[in-house]
């Protein structure tokens, strides 16, 4: 029987707490979850809140409780709900590295919750896609173990030029880097071909993504072309779990799938789950990295932790923002 081994280098050394950099959007969402069906011309009773959002600031919040010591590199406007977000996040331990742009508001994303607790967003990003890439310093990256990016970060402008600049620091500084896939939209916003060519250009060493996302990106077919942008891909299936591929190194070439199932959790609202899940993949994998475990053991821990981090995002209490 033929060892497969995923084409990653292995870097060895003491254990110790892995150091993440995460790239992106840390913005306010207002959360309306009303209590029946909206009715056109007339209001219903429900819940509107406000509290921390953004894909990337969630993913660090989570690596930051997770034990990973973590880095947040974003932008928020020079107003009230800028200054609360990033003590918000600051409290959870995450080092922050905030640009502030003049004249750019914090940004904003309405956040729709259905009755199943499926969302529809509406996004206002402004201060969030205003990160430019020479506000970045490559002391950010010098002991790096990971970046992570969701795709948000590779989109819109200057954010996009950000996102692939913290690419070529982590590189360069031998840091592994992992993508999300984020939200099949704004994915297709310039079309699949360049969505695909954002991700390539990117060469995450673990791609993130929705059943809905990768169908959206590969346009049908099989989920295991995805091993065709990287060596690992986890396919994040909500309550029916998680499919992990793995590009791995043999004689033949082959491939390998891992079906990760999970225990089903009814929940009021999903925000953040994903984010999480990604968090508690990261954090148990590069520990299992640096312990040397055996690759498909490391990797189906991973995907056990992202769900039970997901599981802790769906069950916690959801506390507010408040403003001075």
Wanted: proline share 5%; aromatic share 4%; hydrophobic share 50%.
């Amino acid at each position: 029987m033929l060892a497969l081994v995923p084409t990653l280098p292995v870097r060895r050394g003491s254990p110790r707490s892995p150091r993440v950099v995460v790239l992106g959007d840390l913005v306010l969402d207002v959360v309306v979850a009303p209590e029946r069906g909206l009715v056109t011309a007339t209001d219903v009773p429900g819940r509107v809140a406000l509290r921390q959002g953004g894909s990337a600031a969630t993913t660090a919040r989570w690596l930051a409780r997770l034990g990973a010591r973590t880095s947040l590199i974003t932008a928020v406007g020079r107003d009230a709900p800028g200054r609360a977000l990033l003590e918000a996040v600051r409290g959870d331990g995450v080092t922050l590295h905030a640009s502030r742009p003049a004249g750019r508001r914090t940004g904003r994303i309405a956040v729709i919750v259905g009755a199943t607790g499926e969302r529809s967003f509406v996004a206002d990003r402004s201060a969030a896609d205003a990160l430019p890439p020479e506000d970045l310093s490559a002391a950010w990256f010098a002991r790096a173990d990971l970046l992570h990016l969701p795709m948000y970060s590779l989109l819109g402008e200057p954010l996009g030029s950000a996102g692939r600049r913290a690419v070529e620091l982590a590189r360069a500084s031998k840091a592994l880097v992992s993508l999300d896939l984020a939200s099949a939209v704004p994915l297709l916003t310039d079309g699949r071909r360049a969505a695909w060519d954002r991700v390539a250009r990117a060469a995450p060493d673990v791609l993130f993504t929705t059943l809905a996302e990768a169908q959206a990106l590969l346009g049908g077919g099989s989920a295991e072309r995805l091993l065709d942008l990287a060596p690992i891909a986890v396919v994040k299936r909500g309550a029916k779990g998680a499919t992990v591929l793995v590009r791995a190194r043999s004689s033949a070439g082959g491939r390998v799938r891992f079906e990760i199932a999970t225990r089903p959790i009814e929940a009021a609202d999903t925000t953040g789950a994903g984010d999480a899940f990604d968090a508690g993949f990261l954090v148990s994998w590069l520990r299992a990295r640096q312990d040397g475990t055996q690759v498909s053991i490391a990797l189906q821990r991973a995907a056990l932790a992202g769900h039970r981090a997901a599981a802790r995002q769906l069950t916690a209490p959801r506390l507010e923002l408040t403003f001075a």
